[in-house]
Every structure is written in structure tokens, then in C-alpha cells.
Antibody
């Protein structure tokens, strides 16, 4: 079945960088756009970033634009979120998720278990 | 950006009750709306997409309706496993946005 497994979270000081990874399996990775969505502790969901099935199109939330980068590795079925210039407000659980249907609307299904990033001095 | 406003923010209900959650978009989004369920400590789960299409495996007591700016999620015959937080999400335009969530609690 489809599986998404995030890793790379941890505690980091403000201004530093962190790279999150998402290992995908159980589907034709090269056919699906991928997203990162985050959730601050006790708060709601916030979409963060998108990368198209072929890696040619990227979108970012205004809150992370210019600081975060998204990439994918089709050989290893991985998605990455490079987070630079981290701020305390970036503290959240970060979820990796795929679009439900290849070339379809951006419905998120399924989601990984999430990885916690804490930005703390 | 399209702002999504959910109401109520929380609701108390009993087993067997019918619960209705509303989601309003700040501009028309056709039927480009999904609903997710999230239980404590777990990742969200897709329930409904395209405003009214039930995701595979989701019980038929869940239903969605609406188009344009006003949408509803209805849970008929509330079951113990339905106590959770529910989010709407618009996919009409990037930037993708979520509602603030509605927590369904046990009365």
C-alpha cells in the first residue's frame, strides 16, 4: 500500500537550516505531485510547499517563500524540504503527502506520520 | 489568498446525533473543496473531495455538499470513532488553504 515516511526533524536554533526527507513507496512516484503541510503545536493545518510530478513546477506558502526549497529524487522515490533561516514560528509537525490522483486536483491522500521540527534558542 | 472560515470551532454531540459543520470561502471556489478528519496524535485523513465525493472506505454516514462559497460536512448517526477535529481545504488556487478546524466532542 502507499506509504510516506518523513524523517529529519529535530531541535534547531533560529537562523539555522534543516532538511526533511520523505520516503515514498507503494505507488508510481513519477506520476504524482507531492506536498508538505505543517501543523504548529495545538494549531490547525498550513500548506507549505508543492512540487509537480516531474519536478518542474514548485509553489510555496508566502510564509516560507525564499527560505524553503522543495525537491524530489525519482530514482530513490524521495521528496525533500530544505528549510533555511528557520524561525520560532516554523515550529511544527511537518507532513509529507501526495495528491490523490495523478494530474488531478490537490487533494491530500495519504499523509505520512509527520516529523516534528522545533526552532528554539 | 482564499480564506476558509469554518464554523463552529467546536461542537458537543452525543452518539447517534447528526452533526453539521460549515465552511465558507472568501471567494468562489466552484466545488474545489475537501474535508479531512484528524484524531489526536495522528495525521489527517481525507474524507470527502470535490465537495461531495466520498473517499474510498469512508462510511456513508459522512456526506458533503455545497459549491461556490458555502459548503457543509454532515455526519449522520455520530459514532464513537467520529470524535475528532475536521478541516476543510480549498484546492481551487495555489495558495492552498485550510479552514481553522472544528472539534467534535462528546457531550
Amino acid at each position: 500500500q502507499v506509504q510516506l515516511v518523513e524523517s529529519g526533524g529535530g531541535v534547531v536554533q533560529p537562523g539555522r537550516s534543516l532538511r526533511l526527507s520523505c520516503a515514498a513507496s507503494g505507488f508510481t512516484f513519477s506520476s504524482y505531485g507531492m506536498h508538505w503541510v505543517r501543523q504548529a503545536p495545538g494549531k490547525g493545518l498550513e500548506w507549505v510547499a508543492f512540487i509537480s510530478y516531474d519536478g518542474r513546477v514548485e509553489y510555496f506558502a508566502d510564509s516560507v517563500k525564499g527560505r524553503f526549497a522543495i525537491s524530489r529524487d525519482g530514482f530513490n522515490n524521495m521528496v525533500y524540504l530544505q528549510m533555511n533561516s528557520l524561525r520560532p514560528e516554523d515550529t511544527a509537525t511537518y507532513y509529507c503527502t501526495k495528491i490523490r490522483d495523478s494530474f488531478g486536483y490537490n487533494w491530500f491522500d495519504p499523509w505520512g506520520q509527520g516529523t516534528l521540527v522545533t526552532v528554539f534558542s | 489568498d482564499v480564506q476558509m472560515t469554518q464554523s463552529p470551532s467546536s461542537v458537543s454531540a452525543s452518539i447517534g446525533d447528526r452533526v453539521t459543520i460549515t465552511c465558507r470561502a472568501s471567494q468562489g471556489i466552484r466545488t474545489s473543496l475537501a474535508w479531512y478528519q484528524q484524531k489526536p496524535g495522528k495525521a489527517p485523513k481525507l474524507l470527502i473531495y470535490s465537495a461531495s465525493t466520498l473517499q474510498t472506505g469512508v462510511p456513508s454516514r459522512f456526506s458533503g455538499s455545497g459549491s461556490g462559497t458555502d459548503f457543509t460536512l454532515t455526519i449522520s448517526n455520530l459514532q464513537p470513532e467520529d470524535f475528532a477535529t475536521y478541516y476543510c481545504q480549498q484546492a481551487n488556487t495555489f495558495l492552498l488553504t485550510f479552514g481553522g478546524g472544528t472539534k467534535v466532542e462528546i457531550k
